[in-house]
């Protein structure tokens, strides 16, 4: 398949596909300024964990040229805190942020006009790379589907969050191109609908059968034998295999263990923080109420009754079967195996290479 323009860098200047408008628009918007970024990042233009990091680096590669030299460090410094709070949960826009602050701190005593073409090309790289990891994961993932099947996914881990052709989205793509006959239930994914935006826009570009359900169907067709696998992307996953996505997975997780059904994490190395020991330690937004009480800016609830709107949960490690990285397959000990698996992948700066081991791990 073909991967969705997702996020690019072109002439000097970011490119993102705006999925708030999809799928009725297609409409691509051209940033030249690295607030402008952020405010995309804030706002939705660009989301999921992959695409988040790659846009973030992007945006601070596009600030680094307007930075003055005299208070270069200090203003790069400055704006990279500006990204970081942009969103709290995704845990590769951190990522993406330390690796940029990272080599300007480690070439401070180079010329700023070589610092910036180092961070362009570094942007490159995370932009590569990702494309990579989409790629590997997908291979790893399609391996654990069934030959024949519908397959359940909440929430969006496709082209539209990454650079490249998905995680989650990947993995069934490889599935089918490896010639296995699936289908998929796409959970519309409340309260702005990217399963049903945006996973069954992917999905129907790519020619796979989807149908598109209500969050609270699942367990109707699980109960009705009708899901043969979950998989879903992570927008952080702790040292112990517990997985923080899009609120509504902690229940289909619950779902599935509940009826037997295998329940897959695709999660980038990028997207596994060692530093966060488990779940508890995951800050989880709150986004706009907004988001609940109106559609399409007309209310739908009551006035003055109260909204919460947390953006993700977190679905603890006993109910993963597997958590699928571009370096192989994580099951059992989570909290080691995961921990081989990121290791298998060097520090990589543009300048340097990465050293990869393809594997299971358990």
């Known amino acids: 398949m073909k991967k969705v323009r997702t996020v690019e860098w072109k002439k000097g200047r970011v490119v993102m596909l705006d999925q708030r408008l999809l799928p009725n628009r297609e409409v691509y918007r051209l940033y030249k300024d690295p607030t402008d970024v952020i405010a995309a990042i804030r706002d939705l233009v660009v989301r999921g964990a992959p695409a988040i990091g790659v846009a973030a680096a992007m945006g601070l590669a596009l600030g680094a040229q307007k930075l003055p030299q005299d208070r270069f460090a200090k203003e790069f410094d400055k704006l990279c805190r500006a990204f970081a709070a942009a969103r709290p949960t995704a845990v590769n826009l951190f990522w993406a942020i330390e690796r940029m602050r990272t080599l300007v701190r480690e ?39 069934p030959a024949k099947g519908t397959i359940l996914t909440h929430c969006n881990a496709g082209g539209l969050a990454t650079a490249g052709i998905g995680t989650a989205l990947g993995v069934i793509l490889a599935a089918r191109d490896a010639g296995k006959k699936l289908s998929v239930f796409a959970d519309e994914t409340r309260p702005i609908l990217q399963g049903a935006r945006l996973t069954a826009w992917e999905l129907k570009k790519a020619r796979v059968p989807v149908t598109v359900i209500t969050d609270n169907m699942a367990g109707y067709f699980m109960q009705q034998g009708k899901i043969d696998a979950v998989v879903v992307g992570t927008d952080r996953t702790a040292a112990n295999g517990d997985v923080a996505n899009k609120i509504g997975t902690y229940s289909v997780a619950v779902l599935a263990a509940r009826h037997g059904i295998p329940f897959y994490v695709a999660a980038p190395t990028s997207s596994i923080d060692l530093n966060c020991p488990n779940g508890t330690k995951i800050p989880i937004e709150e986004r706009s109420a907004e988001e609940v009480s109106h559609f399409h800016g007309k209310p739908i609830i009551p006035k003055g009754v109260k909204v919460a709107n947390p953006a993700f949960d977190v679905t603890p490690a006993k109910l993963v079967t597997a958590i699928i990285t571009e370096n192989g397959v994580a099951t059992g000990s989570y909290r080691r195996n995961l921990a081989k698996l990121v290791r298998a992948s060097e520090p990589v700066t543009s300048t340097t290479s990465r050293s990869r081991k393809r594997g299971h791990a358990n």
Do not use: I, P
């Not at 070439?107 to 362009?120: G, P």
């Not at 494309?131 to 291979?139: G, K, T, V, Y």
């Open 107 to 145: 070439n401070s005593r180079l010329s700023v006009e070589t610092l910036r073409k180092m961070l362009e090309a570094e942007a490159l790289a995370v932009y590569r790379e990702d494309l990579d990891a989409n790629r590997r994961l997908s291979e790893f993932g399609a391996e654990l589907l």
